[in-house]
Every structure is written in C-alpha cells, then in structure tokens.
DNA sequence: ATGAAAGCGCTAACAT
DNA sequence: ATGTTAGCGCTTTCAT
C-alpha cells in the first residue's frame, strides 16, 4: 500500500501579520500574552492564527529566549525488566501531572548502556532542554558528570553516591530500612535475613546500611549468609530468597529492599513451603504503591512519592529560572506501612 | 544544603573560527564532516573546538536545516499498569537499538489524557521532532489526527481503525489469533473461552476476530458468555478468568489476548483448582518475549518484534527524508510457540 | 499601543 | 579549499 499526502505548508509570524493587518511585533506579543496590545488588534490577530492555524517556530524561538520550554526525566537503566518497575510509571506520571498546567515539556530519556548515556549528554548540552531529572544512576555512570560539567539544571532521584554538590530529592532509604528491621526484630524474629537492591546502586546500599543498623542496635550481628543482592526484579526476588533458604534454612524473617522482589520471594517461600508470616516474616520497601496481588498483605515501608514527585519539578524549575545557581537537596520520610492484598 | 555553581559559558561558532584562525563556513564544514577542507584546516578547528568544549547550537542549526534530528514515541496511555506491559519495554529498546548508531535522538512522549495527547501534538507541530511512532492508540484518541492534519512523518504501531491513509506496522493479529484458537480445536477441546484485549484497540478487536473466524472455521459457535474483556494487565486477565469461570464451569480452554493476561489467568485456574493443560488448555499472546515464570510453559503466539521494531523506524525515516510522500504499511508474520518455564 | 530594526548561532549558496 | 554573505523565524529594545 501506498499513498501520497502533501507536507502541510507551515505559516510564520509574518503572513499572520500581514493577514491581521499589524506588525510581527504584535503578533509576537500576542502570541506571548503581553498585556501591551490593543483589544481589537488582539482579535485580529487571534483569528489570523486561527486561519492560518498558526504555530510558533521553536527553533527561532529558543535561539533567541534561550529557552526550550522541556525538561528531560532519564531513565538510566541497562535491565529492560527493571523498566517496567512501577515505581518508573509512577514518577514519570507524577512529574507529568505536575507539569500538566504548565507550558513545560516532558521527554522521556532512555540510557541502556554508556554510549547511549554520552548521547544523551550531547543531546542536552546541545540545548534540546533546559534542564534534567536524573533517576536511577548506578555508582559508574558517567552522565551526572557530563551534565553538571555543562553546567545544566540537574536534579537528581536519588542521591548522589559522592557528596557532590546536585541537587536532589530521596527517600529516607537508610532510616526506612531501619523500621522495617527493626519491626521484625520487636516482632521477636532473631534469625533475619535481607535481599538487597543492586549495590552500585544508592537506594540499594542505603536500604543495606539501614537494615545492619538495626540489627546492630538491637545487638544482633549480621551475616554475610543472610544477605542476598537482587536486582529490584520479581524474578531477582525469587533467585535471592531460594539462594537464602539454601544458605540458611532456619532463617525466620527478611527484610526486602523494594515491593516487586518481595512478591518475588514471598512466591518463592511459598514454593519452599514457608508459611508467611509463621515461619517467616517478611517486610518489603516499595518502589512505588504497587498494587500487588500477594497473599498475606504485604507489610512494607511506603516511599512518599506524592511528596517526592512535585519537589523533583520544583527543584529543577527554581535551578532553572535562578540561572543554575542553588543546590539543595531533599530526603522525604518514609513509614511502615501493610498493603491490602488485592 | 544550599550551594551555588557557574552556569557554563556557551561558545559559538565564531569563537572557535577565531581560535582557529578560520572562517565560520570552515568550521561549520568540520562540524558537518563536509570533505572540502584541509587536514590542516580540520586538525586546528578539531583542537579549537576541544579546547572550548564547543557543542554546537541545535536551536540555531535547526532553524536553518529545519531538522531536528529526533524523533518521537509516544505512548498513548491512560492506564499506568499497561505502562509497565513487557511490550512497551520492547518496542523501546528495539527503536532505540535501531538508533544508536545514527545521530538521530529518541524522545519518548507519554500521554494520559486527551489533554496531553494536545500538549504532545502542539510539541510535535512546534518543530520539536522531525516524525513520530505512535504506540497504543484507542479508538477515540485525538493525536493521529492532529499530527497527520500537520503533516507531520508518522507512523503507527498497530494498524488505524479506519482504512486511513497512513504508515503503519502491525503483527499479524487476527492471523495469529486463528492458529491460537484452531490449535485448542485440534486438540480436541469445544467449550473455547476467550479474554480478548481493550475493545477500543485495533490489536484487541482484530484478535477477538480472529478467535471467532478459527470457531466458525470449525463449525463451532461462538458464545458472548465465553468472551471477556480484558485490559491487557496481569491483574485484569486473572479477573477475567474467574469472570469465565463463573460465567460458565465447563469451558476446556481459552485463548488469552497477551501473555501478561495469560499469567492472570492461569493463577485464577490454579486457585480455582484447575488444572493447566490437563481440565482448561490455555493460549497466549505475547506482547513480548516475556520471560514470565509461569508453570506449566505457557504456549503462546509470538509476535515478531524483533521484525517489527527496525520497520518502525525505517518507514519513519524514509517519510522523513521523502518528505512525507510515501505511506506504507507492513503486517508481520505471527506464529505458534511454546515458552519455557523461566 | 505599535512598528522598525537588530540579532540569536548556524548553514548554504556563491565567490574566489 | 576557504571566505563572504544572506537569511532561517522569532523576540526585543528602541522609537514613535
């Protein structure tokens, strides 16, 4: 099959002047709500855009505002299963909806490995957006370092693993996970196990650092045997419970460092036949609201993206406007909380 | 925390001529690996222009070559759940693999609702992208009709629901439907259900026709009690099933829209306390090679994405660079599998 | 309130 | 092989 369709003409500024009967000037100021404009060219010139279904260039625009009016989210993942966490769905939902009355742009930004991360850098340094939401950085990526070199508005989602000086917003990682352990520990389990998040990754080592906090605190010692990494898959999940229960049989708890494992694990000790929680007690961390269908309840530590989501935009747009000038960074409170099954 | 951080200077053009000790036109030239210059030449702009770290201006170049040399997928979807299907993760990868190479950018535009579906249509009319994918269009989205009236290079992934003149890739739905369905007829089974995809998208109603021609073809008549809609999630094929269930006890076998659903399903079967192949036969359809762990392997009709993914963008280029003239469309062959037990 | 004019940084003829 | 020049479509002083 195949068919031909004309290339629409695209009208400028200047056959909508000319057709409204007044200077590019008006039109310009017309089309950027200045208030200098009388109402009746106002109206000629809404009707010219109208016919002529006028929309600005942006090329030309940028090039003089500097501006683009687009921010860039990149999801800085190689694990394609990791893409389809719901906790990427829910931040990218939520900075969309926050941007949703305004006149700012979204693109999403895809990195699988370092070249497509260098690619990314020249796509913004070369002015494509004003300025960037970093999420998911592993400790070797080198694009935090290419964008703040370029000097590009950068907020970060997650902090950041030196003490640079980014802005960004996180969860309470560290302090959640020392809840969530600490929780199992009151419950009276002795013998607790952890799967951790990747560990180049902050979230991941922080959950990691928390959960030892606990167990040190209440004078429990940790184990290596009782720790297993996954990848904050459900399938990770799996693999690291089943390694656990081989390492250690009598374990009698875990706690999970992100939701979508825990659904992994809890379906592993099922198949392990493991009662949960009588034999064992599971705490998850979760890598959004996930409404996961697992049976019990999952009892888990809620990361506040409702809180973290608009911080993210106002961040970047307030490093924006302020020319890149301030830095701050914001760590949101996290709480234990047990999720309905569904 | 609060710091402060120079905003990089951005040098031009003009400045590395300078530096050079050539004209602008010269560097332009190496910018644009042109072969009319000097080793010399080259060499001295090259170092000039790793010395200033210049990045050159995409608003300035664009206006000019009127390219942007970035394209645009959008996925057009409300519900968050399907955000995270296997097969979005796919389509992403395999368009963005396809790119690497090239010095094109991939951009990826969500919308989740009509009013972003005409924020994105005003991004695209606005000269952001040079063409568009269209992923995951309703029967009732304003976006193929707003980027087609601007001429804008589009292409589709999922055939139109009207015989609408544009581009577009799709598996063979309706063709892999009927083998899936004609397949549990030659194993013997006659009470088939089916739990069909959202009714307002085009792969949703063609594999509903195609499970209903495979029953006609075998002189079986097909029942509305043993259709249900499913939204094309894993929590939505589990409710259809048990909706089937209910609706009738007997039935022997079903063929299930897309995997993600088809891993529903057989939970609600094994809570229900049926057996899988033994009492109910089940058929998938893979909206990706998922790897997903289900027990029994679940046979499956596999969609070629690995086909699907390379035409999307070479179709989009080829109106790109054609200015738009051509529109073709490719269906891509489907087939019957089984998948492995992760 | 409106228009005239300069210029954003680049590419692409056209000259040489 | 290289330089000169003329815009691309827009915003923004600066006049009026």
Redesign the interface.
């Known amino acids: ?8 003409a695209v009208p400028t500024l200047d056959e909508v002047a000319l057709l409204a009967g007044v200077s590019r000037a008006t039109v310009s100021r017309v089309v950027n709500d200045s208030p200098r404009v009388s109402p009746e060219a106002r109206a000629a010139v809404r009707s010219a855009i109208a016919e002529l279904r006028y ?6 625009r ?2 003089v505002t500097r501006r ?1 009016d ?1 921010i ?1 989210l990149v999801l800085n993942e190689p694990n ?1 299963q990791v ?4 906790f ?3 931040i ?2 939520g900075v ?2 926050t941007l ?1 009355d305004t006149d700012l ?6 990195a ?1 490995d370092e ?2 991360q260098e ?1 990314i850098g ?2 913004a ?4 957006v004003d300025g960037v939401i970093l999420m998911s950085v592993h400790s070797d990526d080198p694009l935090p370092d290419i964008l ?4 590009m508005p950068l907020v970060m989602c997650g902090r950041p693993f030196d003490d640079r ?1 980014v802005s960004y917003v996180d969860a309470d990682n560290r302090g959640g996970a020392e809840v969530a352990t600490a929780h199992l520990i009151a419950t009276g389990r002795r013998r607790i196990a952890t799967i951790t998040g990747p560990l180049d990754m902050i979230a991941g080592v922080d959950r990691l650092a928390g959960h030892r906090a606990a167990l040190a605190a209440a004078g429990l010692q940790s184990f290596p045997q009782l720790e297993a990494e996954g990848d904050f898959t ?2 990770g999940g ?1 693999r690291a419970m089943e390694s656990l229960l081989g390492r250690d049989p009598e374990l009698d708890a875990v706690f999970v460092a992100s939701d979508p494992m825990a659904v992994g694990a809890l ?1 592993a000790l099922r198949v392990a036949g493991r009662r949960v929680p009588e034999d064992v007690a599971v705490v998850g961390f979760d890598d959004a609201a996930v ?1 996961t ?1 697992c049976d019990p309840p999952l009892t888990t530590i809620a990361q506040p993206l409702a809180d973290m989501t608009p911080l993210l935009t106002e961040l970047l747009l307030r490093q924006i406007e302020g ?7 914001r760590v949101c409170r996290t709480s234990l909380v047990r999720r309905a099954s ?1």
Chains 1, 2 share one sequence.
């Open positions: 099959m195949t068919d031909t369709m004309p290339r629409a929309v600005p260039n942006r090329m030309a940028s090039l683009t687009t860039a394609t893409f389809s966490d719901p990427f769905a829910s990218v939902r969309s909806a949703a742009n979204l693109v999403l930004l895809t699988q070249r497509e690619k020249r796509y340094r070369m002015g494509h703040a070199e370029a000097g000086a459900e399938a799996a379906s409404a269908r020319a890149g000038e301030a830095v701050e960074s569904a």
